[in-house]
């Protein structure tokens, strides 16, 4: 009765939108939705649909973004697994597909206060193309665990099983001008407890940026949301050092970390890695330059550009031959304005000479390579960290 009563519906809530567009996984099939029989679509709880039966009698529903084959929808694609109390698997009572408005139907007999988890096997589904289910959205098969898609069920009260992948909310110290040459560099986790028997030092490595000369580091604690370590001597005044956690770590439900916060999980997501630098002591000149102030002219002829030393403000003598083209453009609502490039009185500034009159709204680009006399490269964002592309790059309307 459940099957009829779906498959003869006119307006199928699980219909899939072909118009849906996820971040470069249109090649393979997805699941749109997914659902409950009794409570709809965007449900996961399951609700006697026959009293009169022992048990809880309800549906899985499906519903995929492409034309699925068939002959692919069976029992060996689907697992499901009782979470909570965890007394073994389910097996379904059947199992059928609706090509015409892409649904699968999973028909099955549950128990109160009891937890599931589905798992659609990575591989075992194809569209009719013969392409892969692609759950994690990176338009390629990466096999199992990451192209198994978990579904979390509960009956009653029970609690539904973590799928959720852990993220980082966070990694210190990620700035210039430090003081504390023994500092705690860390990472904090949320949607977890991460799993802290992987947060190791194996996991956290600490180097000079400079020519990634290995900092030895102490664990000084983890828990489940973050993991943090201390160098067993003294930092360097002067000095940047890049830290990196490795992304092969997982909550204690068993889920991957996400490290760059888009909801999904690829076998090759990247490791957390980020800088931070000590300030300048007598005998070290590596703090960079960052914008002071830059100024359209009157007449729209030439733009007079600034710099100064990051975060502490310092004069700051810049090295005229990174004011180049590629580093320095000028744009207005006509395209981009040829340069000439004028220094010499003020060792901290440039006058970029228009070779035509600016029209319109007028837009400064400062590449991050742009430079001090000591080779510190520009630090757009001013956190005493320059030379990182797009992060250090500054672009402004004058």
């Avoid at 029992?75 to 597909?97: D, H, K």
């Avoid at 002829?301 to 005229?320: A, K, Q």
Wanted: proline share 6%.
């Amino acid at each position: 009765m459940l099957l009829l009563l779906l498959g003869c519906a006119q307006d199928n809530p699980f219909k899939a939108d072909p118009e849906v567009q996820w971040e470069g996984g249109n090649a393979h099939p997805h699941i749109d939705i997914a659902g409950t029989e009794s409570n709809g679509p965007g449900s996961f709880q399951f609700s006697d649909l026959d009293p009169g039966t022992a048990g809880i009698q309800d549906a899985v529903v499906l519903s995929f973004d492409k034309e699925i084959d068939p002959s692919t929808v069976t029992a060996a694609s689907f697992e499901m697994v009782e979470t909570e109390p965890g007394t073994g698997a389910v097996q379904f009572e059947s199992i059928s597909y609706y090509p015409e408005d892409g649904t699968a139907v999973l028909v099955g007999t549950f128990s109160d206060n009891t937890a599931y988890l589905l798992t659609v096997t990575a591989g075992s589904i194809l569209d009719l193309g013969g392409n892969e289910l692609d759950p994690n959205y990176n338009a390629l098969y990466d096999g199992s665990p990451w192209d198994d898609r978990l579904i979390a069920f509960y009956c009653g009260s029970a609690e539904m099983r973590d799928i959720t992948p852990p993220s980082v909310t966070g990694a210190f110290p990620n700035t210039g001008g430090g003081t504390n040459l023994l500092p705690h560099p860390r990472v904090f986790f949320t949607n977890g407890p991460m799993d802290v028997s992987q947060l190791t030092l194996d996991k956290f490595t600490l180097v000079r940026t400079s020519d990634s000369a290995s900092v030895e580091l102490e664990l000084s604690f983890a828990t489940g949301t973050e993991i943090n370590v201390v160098p067993t001597s003294e930092l360097s005044y002067g000095t940047r050092y890049t830290a990196r956690l490795s992304a092969q770590l997982a909550d204690s439900a068993g889920n991957y970390l996400d490290t760059n916060n888009d909801g999904l999980v690829w076998p090759n997501e990247p490791d957390v890695v980020w800088d931070f630098q000590y300030e300048d002591d007598s005998s070290t000149h590596a703090t960079p330059p960052t914008l002071s102030e830059a100024t359209l002219m009157p007449g729209n002829t030439s733009v007079h550009i600034e710099f100064e030393e990051s975060l502490t403000g310092d004069d700051v003598v810049m090295d005229d031959a990174t004011f180049i083209a590629a580093n320095i453009q000028v744009t207005d609502d006509n395209g981009s304005i040829p340069i000439v490039f004028e220094t010499g009185a003020d060792p901290s500034a440039v006058n970029c000479l228009l070779q035509r009159y600016a029209e319109g709204t007028v837009t400064l680009f400062i590449s991050c390579m742009v430079a001090d006399e000591y080779g510190n490269l520009f630090d757009g964002n001013n956190n005493g960290l320059g030379g990182t592309p797009g992060e250090d790059d500054w672009l402004g309307v004058l």
